[in-house]
């Protein structure tokens, strides 16, 4: 089955459907930039523009940007918020849908030819004005997914009935339903986070992983093995595919005292799709999809995956 028909079956609302496929589109095109590009052909330059959230912005961050706010003019989107763009765009119609893109994630990937991706999160406006629409939680969201530039162009997304997992067949421009419904099994002897801000860790963090790190000898009485690719994409694929716990906590490091990752189009929609394929996805304290948003690029800690090991996360 392809995207179009998947989405026939199983969206409720023609508008959505429409925003997904430009999303596609968009991702098809960032693809084929990324594959045609000569090897080691520097894309990423060394430019010093920072984005709204203080980080380096790549020359392909913002053709992602581009590519993905062009296509969505063409599409019945209301509004486009952006990791790339300070404020929100308004699309200046009366349409019913927003949308929230992270258009570039794994920026430390781009050069090393390791998986990046897009991420998408697509929001019901609730009569709203665009400016209340933009800050809403996690829960109004109707769509949400990310597709990964790697080996294999591939999408997960969720419509609100599960999770699937589609691969973009290169030679038609389709992607094709590879996995439905999928499931995050339960329990998991895999987990990822950067160790080396071990230092900056809370005691929540530093007793989970110190406890995983002592295997079969401690009172976890299993081993565990790592993983951190530094793509939250990549991170997440596998998580998807065979289980795990993905942790970017708060630290104590100044800029990161809230995490280092963006609510509204990382953890959000990240969240959407753990939860319908049986995970969970926390703060700590609370379900990421029940955080209060207060501003566009608010930053919170985010800990998803199996769901008995977030849960020992959370006793820590
Ligand atoms: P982005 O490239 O969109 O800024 O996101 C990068 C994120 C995420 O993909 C990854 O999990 C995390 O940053 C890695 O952070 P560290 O470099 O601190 O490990
Ligand atoms: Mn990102
Ligand atoms: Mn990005």
């Known amino acids: 089955m392809d995207l179009d028909n998947y989405l026939l079956k199983n969206s409720k609302e023609d ?4 925003i997904v496929k430009s999303l596609a589109n968009a991702a098809i095109k960032i693809s084929n930039i990324i594959r045609s590009l000569k090897p080691y052909e520097s894309i990423s330059k ?3 523009k920072l984005n709204a959230d203080g980080d380096i912005q790549k020359p392909l ?20 918020a952006s990791e790339e763009q300070e404020g929100y765009i308004d699309l200046k119609n009366n349409n019913n849908f927003i949308v929230f893109a992270d258009p570039l994630d794994g920026s430390s990937n781009i050069d090393v030819n390791v998986s990046i991706g897009t991420i998408f999160s697509i929001m019901s406006k609730n009569k709203l004005p665009l400016e209340k629409a933009f800050i809403q939680n996690g829960n109004h969201q109707k769509s949400s997914g990310f597709f990964v530039y790697g080996p294999q162009t591939t999408l997960f997304i969720t419509v609100g009935v599960g999770t699937s997992l589609f691969a973009l067949n290169e030679i038609q421009g389709k992607f094709i ?4 419904n999928i499931t995050i099994p339960e329990t998991t002897t895999e987990f990822a986070i950067n160790a080396a801000y071990r230092r900056f860790w809370d005691s929540t963090t530093l007793k989970y992983i110190t406890e995983c790190q002592n295997g079969k000898s401690g009172s976890r009485k299993k081993n565990f093995g790592m993983r951190w690719v530094g793509s939250l994409v990549a991170d997440a694929s596998r998580i998807f595919n065979r289980g795990g716990i993905f942790l970017y906590p708060s630290d104590m490091r100044e800029k ?6 963006r609510l509204t189009y990382e953890a959000n929609p990240i969240a959407f799709l753990v939860e319908q394929a049986n995970g969970a996805a ?3 304290h609370k379900n990421i999809l029940d955080l209060e948003v207060n501003e566009l690029h608010q930053r919170s800690p985010l800990i998803f995956g199996s769901k008995e090991e977030v849960l020992e996360y959370k006793k820590s």
Do not use: H, W
């Open 15 to 18: 508008q959505i459907s429409s």
């Open 256 to 261: 990161y005292k809230n995490g280092r990752l």
């Open 177 to 180: 339903l590879i996995k439905d």
């Open 46 to 48: 060394s430019d010093t």
């Open 282 to 284: 926390t703060n700590g």
């Open 61 to 80: 961050d913002i053709i992602s940007d581009e590519i993905i706010l062009n296509f969505l003019k063409k599409s019945p989107a209301a509004g486009y």
